[in-house]
């Protein structure tokens, strides 16, 4: 016979609340990847319109050259068994999207807590905009997936002898969606070593970066043979980028052409204008794109408990990906890239959602601790008290 009172005690709570969250995540996500394939499987592509073309013309893993290979090799594979190309690229879109829902538990559960964990898949898979990107087959989500392995891997509590490799591995792939996950690399790098010093291994994170670096090289010394540029794809985008900023959409003279450096881009208006643009960004990521991208502005008031409980228990590793995933988008969120909203896109800052969803998720399991605490003194504290009216 079935002990249901023993089923449900205090100590299966947790268990319980998980599974009861997971089953709602699971339910939100199919209903968010559904509605989104009703609503935008005829919406134009833009940032992966013409990644077919570079498909079918390439014929290695690095030869797409004007775009980074990964995402391309994806849809070169799915070509190649016969799927038809925007199809594929959308379907492709919504894989990385349920991949990266279950790498959230995935990184979050050993660090966090379960409640953490399955907290942030349920933030995750409601979001509209994880969905409307992955229908546009978004670079972003490809680099993230990736991210949250090197992350992982990176800065796992308990290292092993392979997490070096399997970081510099992920993080090497996350390159190859995206160049500029570089500087997420690069910057989880340079904060976990100011904050740990002595704990830090320099040469695991040596060897991590290293082969990150190293698998990236084939990419961009290929642009260099084709090209011209170790950079030149990323140096037109850049230069899309400055013309959008000086000229907008229509400009009245022909705008400059032809690749623009990271340095001539970032120093275009000079030093005290590159130094004006990166806090203007940072003003208007904190105060209007990131609220934004949450989509449910309650989730805000988790967010800040969340970035409170990190401070005060020493779990910062969030803030250092939060930290990582906004340095390359602060350069461009000054630009009026969207003349509706005057900001960029909000698939640059896909990286900081999946943070801001993790705090949120640890701002409420923190919360939800602290109410536990409160009831459990109050109970003991009424305890106290029937038993003193007992004695009298």
């Given at each position: 016979m079935i002990d249901f009172y023993n089923t449900f005690t205090r100590a299966d709570l947790p268990r319980l609340f998980r599974g009861i969250v997971l089953v709602m995540?699971?339910?939100?996500?199919?209903?968010?990847?559904?509605?989104?394939?009703?609503?935008?499987?005829?919406?134009?592509?833009?940032?992966?319109?013409?990644?077919?073309?570079?498909?079918?013309?390439?014929?290695?893993?690095?030869?797409s050259g004007l775009a980074e290979p990964v995402p391309v090799e994806a849809l070169k594979l799915a070509m190649a068994a016969g799927a038809d190309p925007e199809k594929a690229l959308r379907l492709e879109g919504l894989a990385v999207f349920i991949i990266i829902v279950a790498l959230t538990f995935f990184v979050l559960r050993g660090r966090f807590g379960e409640v953490t964990a399955s907290m942030a898949v349920l933030f995750l898979s409601v979001n509209p905009y994880m969905g409307y990107y992955a229908m546009q087959g978004s670079s972003h989500l490809f680099a993230l997936a990736f991210l949250l392995l090197f992350w992982h891997y990176f800065d796992a509590p308990e290292k092993r002898r392979a997490d070096p490799l399997l970081a510099g591995l992920y993080g090497g792939l996350a390159c190859l969606c995206r160049v500029d996950a570089a500087l997420v690399l690069l910057v989880i790098a340079a904060i976990s070593w100011a904050v740990k010093r002595r704990a830090f291994g320099l040469k695991e994170a040596g060897l991590a970066l290293g082969l990150a670096f190293l698998l990236t090289l084939p990419y961009v010394l290929y642009q260099k043979a084709q090209y011209g540029s170790f950079f030149y794809a990323q140096e037109l985008s850049l230069r899309r980028w400055a013309?959008?900023?000086?000229?907008?959409?229509?400009?009245?003279?022909?705008?400059?052409?032809?690749?623009?450096?990271?340095?001539?881009?970032?120093?275009?208006?000079?030093?005290?204008?590159?130094?004006?643009?990166?806090?203007?960004?940072?003003?208007?990521?904190l105060a209007y794109e990131l609220p934004r991208t949450l989509y449910y502005k309650a989730l805000l008031v988790l967010v800040f408990l969340g970035i409170y409980a990190a401070f005060i228990f020493k779990k910062d590793r969030l803030l250092f990906f939060l930290a990582a995933a906004l340095l390359p988008v602060l350069p461009l969120a000054a630009i009026k890239q969207v003349p509706a909203t005057g900001g960029i896109e909000l698939r640059y800052y896909l990286w900081s959602l999946w943070a801001l969803c993790a705090l949120a998720a640890l701002g409420f399991?923190?919360?939800?601790?602290?109410?536990?605490?409160?009831?459990?003194?109050?109970?003991?504290?009424?305890?106290?008290?029937?038993?003193?009216?007992?004695?009298?």
């Open positions: 995540a699971a339910l939100a996500l199919v209903f968010n990847l559904a509605i989104c394939w009703k609503v935008y499987r005829n919406e134009p592509l833009r940032e992966a319109y013409s990644r077919s073309l570079m498909a079918a013309n390439s014929s290695v893993f690095y030869s013309n959008i900023d000086s000229y907008g959409y229509k400009p009245l003279t022909p705008a400059p052409s032809g690749p623009l450096g990271t340095a001539a881009f970032l120093l275009r208006d000079g030093p005290a204008g590159a130094l004006g643009d990166a806090f203007r960004g940072l003003g208007r990521c399991h923190e919360t939800l601790d602290w109410a536990e605490a409160g009831i459990d003194k109050w109970a003991a504290e009424k305890a106290r008290a029937s038993a003193r009216s007992g004695k009298k």
